[in-house]
């Protein structure tokens, strides 16, 4: 299998942080998008941003911006679509996405993804973490998706399918989990009080 393709899904509506891009938020002097671009690119074979709106907000970066193909924010699954449709173009097999907004995820989050993968014919793989009431905790933003997919999926939007883990479950996707230490490696902003956390965090790794 080839070294897959890496999106970062920014295209989300950061309502609780009262708009605007979250990924550009700071966070010990960097953008969070920054941070995640500093542990994603050297995993994958090339890197591209989802996110609507003028692309120009993200000039700075040098990456690709692929906006949405769907109307109407439909969430994570469409930009996964525009991810896969752009891996396509670049004659890629697959993506790994990450959220703009997470900016501690495992480092080796593609080799435990595709080591999660073998075996499958369409590798299709959900980052997890354990969870003490539920066994595994899910992450929908952070996931190995199949080119070969992508025409399904399209349908199952338009068709009106929003929840990640339902698209995974009907391919019988998989998950990979990663363990939790002294913070959720997948702890992403939401909020004012996570942005606090999270320099809570970054202090402590550092």
């Known amino acids: 299998m080839k070294q897959p393709l890496g999106v970062i899904l920014a295209g989300g509506l950061a309502s609780r942080m ?3 891009d979250k990924g550009l938020l700071r966070l010990g002097g960097q953008t969070l998008l920054s941070r995640v671009i500093d542990r994603l690119e050297p995993q994958v074979a090339g ?12 000039a700075t970066y040098g990456l690709p911006v692929v906006p949405d193909s769907i109307d109407g924010f439909v969430g994570p ?3 996964v679509l ?5 891996a396509a173009e670049q004659g890629a097999d697959s993506i790994v996405t990450a959220a703009a907004d997470t900016p501690f995820f495992p480092c080796d989050l593609v080799p435990q993804l595709l080591l999660a993968s073998e075996g ?6 959900l980052a997890a973490t354990p969870d003490a009431k539920r066994g595994q905790v899910r992450h929908p933003t ?4 199949p080119v070969a997919l992508r025409d399904d999926l399209r349908a199952d939007l338009i068709g009106g399918l929003r929840k990640v883990v339902l ?3 009907k391919h019988k996707g998989r998950e990979a989990l990663f363990p939790v230490t002294r913070f959720d490696p997948f702890f992403n902003v939401n909020t004012p009080k996570d ?4 320099e809570t965090i970054l202090k402590g790794t550092t």
């Open 195 to 198: 942005l606090d956390t999270a």
């Open 47 to 58: 890197l591209a941003i989802n996110a609507n709106g003028s692309a120009a907000r993200f």
């Open 82 to 86: 525009a991810g896969l449709d752009w």
């Open 120 to 125: 499958m014919d369409c590798p299709l793989v």
């Open 167 to 169: 698209w995974s479950d």
């Open 18 to 20: 009262g708009g605007g």
């Open 77 to 79: 699954l469409a930009g």
């Open 142 to 145: 952070f996931g190995l998706w």
